[in-house]
Each structure stands twice: as structure tokens, then as C-alpha cells.
């Protein structure tokens, strides 16, 4: 029986070496809570931006547009009636075809323009043809309109794994998520929507806001936001602004 013991002993170790030695020749290594994955042959894997590391008080305040017809104009006017001319909006192709003539505006006022993809659906369902024929007609569509070729993708949903990443990422995009979400499209009330965004709000942050017609109080909560993240001492800048030269943090993804 001893001896049996040995052996098994024996056998369990050279399993785990044989493991071991796959899983470094595959270049696998896990990452830490605030890092996807993982880093290969020393290159890092594709990942999902969420906010930056700074002590710099810039801030990025972004918005999503996926359907709706009365809800972007009034955030735009908010914007220029604030005197903020950097934001980030990330518009799904088939509204940005039917409101091309905002699309004109949000571009000529000087913001900057990203891809919310094509259907508004959960990517991490597709297979990757799907994936990629989603992205594409988005950047095709985009391009067009604005004369300029996004780079900048947040997928409907927030919804993506590792696989949507890398597609993605192959495709020339970095996908941007957030880490103060406004929750505006539940449409709490303004005072609400005004603490989500203020209780969180740090240095590097990434703010979610939506200018669809399911937000109903966003350009009223907005004016507040501004202006005490103003008198806080905030910058506000886009989302390529505020990853230039930073160290980004990312999110995990199974």
C-alpha cells in the first residue's frame, strides 16, 4: 500500500508538470481583480477601458445613443449652454442613419464620435462572423457620416467577453466601458441622477450617460453635473483624451 502511495504521488507530480508546461507554451497567465487577463508572450491582451489612473481631475463624460428622436438636442444644447466642447458620444449606426443631421451637429460641436454598433444586442452571443459583420456596418455607417473612422467602441449592452475583445481589437477598435454609471435611463428623478454621477465621480473617471429617449431627465440632471464637477475642479475631456499616455484600468472578463 505504501508503495502504491509512491507511485500515485509520483504520477499526480508529473501530471502537474506536464499541466504547467502547457499552460506556460500557451502563454496563459491570470491576471489580478483589476486587469482582464491576460498577458501572452508579454503583449497584452485586449481590454475593456473603464477609467484612468490620474491624479489629474479630468473626466470624460459619455453617451450613448441607440434609438429615440427628442433627446439629443436638448443634451447638446446643455453642452453648449456649459461650454463644454469635449465629450465623448458613442451613436448605433441605424439611429445615426436616420439622424444624420445630429450626427452633423454632435460632430460640428466638436465632440468626439464613437461606435455603439449595429444592433443593439448582446455581442457575446454571436459567433464571430456575426461579431465582426456587426462591428463593420457600424464603422462603415459612422465613417460616412462623419467623414472620420472611429476607433472608439461601447458595445450595447456594456455586453462583451474575451472573444468580442479581440475581435474588436483586430478590427482597429478599443472598447470603452465606465465607471460611474448615471443609472439615468431608469429615470430616478434629477436629484438622484445628479448624486449617482457626484457620490462616485474621481480623477480618470469614465461617466455613463445616455441621450436615447428612454432618458427623460438626463438634460435636466445635466446642468448640475457640470457645474459641481466644475467647481470641484474638474476638466472635462474625451474618452482618447483621457487614455493618452495614462495607465489605463480594465475590466476582468471571464
Not at 429615440?68 to 458613442?90: H, M, Q, S, W
Not at 450626427?103 to 461606435?115: A, M, P, T
Not at 432618458?215 to 459641481?228: G, Q, V
Amino acid at each position: 500500500m505504501k508503495f502504491m502511495f509512491v507511485v500515485s504521488t509520483q504520477r499526480l507530480k508529473q501530471w502537474m508538470i506536464i499541466v504547467t508546461a502547457l499552460l506556460m507554451a500557451a502563454g496563459i497567465a491570470y491576471a489580478e481583480r483589476d486587469a482582464i487577463a491576460v498577458i501572452s508572450d508579454g503583449i497584452q491582451a485586449p481590454q475593456a477601458i473603464y477609467k484612468v489612473d490620474t491624479k489629474e481631475k479630468k473626466i470624460a463624460l459619455t453617451f450613448d445613443i441607440s434609438w429615440g428622436e427628442t433627446r439629443a438636442t436638448p443634451i447638446l444644447d446643455v453642452l453648449r449652454e456649459k461650454k463644454v466642447n469635449k465629450a465623448t458620444f458613442f451613436l448605433s449606426a441605424p439611429w445615426s442613419q436616420r439622424h444624420p443631421e445630429v450626427v452633423k451637429r454632435i460632430k460640428e460641436d466638436g465632440f468626439e464620435i464613437g461606435s455603439h454598433g449595429n444592433n443593439h444586442d448582446f455581442y457575446s452571443k454571436y459567433p464571430d462572423e456575426e461579431i465582426r459583420t456587426q462591428i463593420s456596418k457600424a464603422h462603415t455607417i459612422l465613417t460616412e457620416l462623419t467623414g472620420k473612422k472611429p476607433t472608439l467602441i461601447r458595445l450595447p449592452n456594456g455586453d462583451f467577453d474575451k472573444r468580442v475583445l479581440q475581435i474588436a481589437s483586430e478590427m482597429g477598435y478599443t472598447v470603452i466601458q465606465w465607471d460611474t454609471d448615471s443609472k439615468d435611463w431608469t429615470n430616478p428623478g434629477v436629484d438622484v441622477i445628479v448624486n449617482n454621477v457626484l457620490s462616485k465621480a474621481h480623477p480618470g473617471d469614465i461617466v455613463l450617460l445616455h441621450a436615447s429617449d428612454t432618458s427623460k431627465e438626463t438634460h435636466l440632471a445635466l446642468p448640475k453635473i457640470i457645474d459641481k464637477l466644475r467647481a470641484d475642479g474638474y476638466e472635462f475631456v474625451t474618452v482618447s483624451d483621457l487614455i493618452a499616455g495614462s495607465q489605463v484600468k480594465s475590466q476582468e472578463v471571464n
